[in-house]
């Protein structure tokens, strides 16, 4: 089992930053990819970015060059730092990893942090 627990989400200004925590607990060994997902109103959950075996990182299209992710190994802990926010970046933020357990994989997700940007 895995946990994780999403903050730093509120209300920014558009141009702002913010900065979301994902803290991980649980059988952390076996995660092989974490990231950050996000789900506006009417719209299906998308990527964001990923860290894949802790080292190669992608990024969803809308993101590439304003956000950032990484990720503290010494804390448990994932990162995403959110700059140059648009009022489109407005959605659920949802911290997600991938564990492997023997020949398949489970997905975990946290609960969800809203970020609000506002014009």
């Known amino acids: 089992q895995v946990q994780l627990v999403e903050s730093g989400g509120g209300l920014v200004q558009a141009g702002g930053s913010l900065r979301l925590s994902c803290a991980a607990s649980?059988?952390?060994?076996?995660?092989?990819?974490m990231g950050w997902f996000r789900q506006a109103p009417g719209k299906q959950r998308e990527l964001v970015a990923n860290i894949v075996s802790g080292t190669n990182t992608n990024y969803g299209n809308s993101v590439k060059g304003r956000f950032t992710i990484s990720r503290d190994n010494a804390n448990n802990t994932l990162y995403l730092q959110m700059n140059s926010l648009k009022t489109e970046d407005t959605a659920v933020y949802y911290c997600h990893a991938a564990a492997l357990t023997g020949p398949s994989s489970i997905n975990y997700w946290g609960q969800g942090t809203q970020v609000t940007v506002s014009s």
């Open positions: 649980g059988n952390i060994f076996s995660i092989k990819v």
